[in-house]
Structure formats: C-alpha cells, structure tokens
C-alpha cells in the first residue's frame, strides 16, 4: 500500500468513513492519526493546517490511510 499526496483530488477519492492514517513527509512517517469521522473531514483538517505553516511545503506531505469497520471499539 503506497502513499498518496495530501491534495483534495486524492482525498476526495476516499470513502467517508472512520478509519486510521499515516502522515508522511517524503517518505518518513510523521504522524499517525485516528479519523472518528469521516476520513477525508480529517485529512482536510491536516492539509489546511500544514498549509499555513513555514518550511512545510505540502507538496512533501502525503498519507496512507485504511478503513475500519463501524463496530470497532477503541
């Protein structure tokens, strides 16, 4: 499973539904993050956050995420 660029074409692609992901920048693992909510609600969040930072470009920023069945308890 590879990763994908934290861009809205991509994020829209995911389904809305919870699950879990990994921020990458290049290709080191950063962050790993839950999404309660749907997946691309919180990987929207992200990417608007990272965009208003210095020396985080977002074109270096990327994420790999997977689904989790709505009967998953924490």
């Known amino acids: 499973l590879g990763t994908a660029p934290l861009d809205e074409a991509h994020i829209g692609r995911l389904k809305p539904h919870q699950g879990v992901y990994g921020l990458h920048r290049d290709e080191t693992l950063v962050y790993i993050g839950k999404a309660d909510n ?3 609600d919180r990987l929207t969040e992200h990417r608007v956050k990272l965009g208003g930072r210095r020396n985080m470009p977002n074109d270096r920023i990327r994420f790999k995420a ?9």
């Open 66 to 74: 997977i689904y989790l069945a709505k009967t998953w308890v924490p």
């Open 38 to 40: 749907p997946l691309p």
